[in-house]
Nanobody, 125 residues
Framework: QVHVAESGGGLVQAGGSLSLSCTAS????????VGWVRQATGADREFVAA????????DYADAEKGRVTISRDSSNFPVYLQMNSLKPEDTAVYYC??????????????????WGQGTQLSVSS
């Protein structure tokens, strides 16, 4: 049984930084592309960043470029999301999602097969 779990959320002041971590267990092998998606209260899920199975390809939402970094060590978990210059509008539940595929990064939530329960990030002004 695949289990994806996020950690690292919390309460941060605007302008601060935070790193989220995504771990996974029960995977058939390590060939998983991973993405981070967030959902603010009352809003749809929103793509933040994605990384390929090898870690060599990354993709970011336009609004997040230069402010967030997704990373992984080769094809391994955990996968990290470093977020800098946090704003109150970054407040959301952040989800890690995985897809068993060797090539590519993915933006649409429906492209992912496995999801964590999410971790809350709250940014105070």
């Amino acid at each position: 049984q695949v289990h994806v779990a996020e950690s690292g959320g919390g309460l941060v002041q605007a302008g601060g930084s935070l790193s989220l971590s995504c771990t996974a267990s029960g995977l058939a092998d390590s060939t998983y592309a991973v993405g981070w998606v967030r959902q603010a209260t009352g809003a749809d899920r929103e793509f933040v960043a994605a990384v390929s199975y090898t870690g060599r390809m990354t993709d970011y939402a336009d609004a997040e470029k230069g402010r967030v970094t997704i990373s992984r060590d080769s094809s391994n978990f955990p996968v990290y999301l470093q977020m800098n210059s946090l704003k109150p509008e970054d407040t959301a539940v952040y989800y890690c999602a995985a897809r068993p595929i060797r090539i590519g990064t993915f933006r649409r939530p429906d492209e992912y097969h496995y999801w964590g329960q999410g971790t809350q990030l709250s940014v105070s002004s």
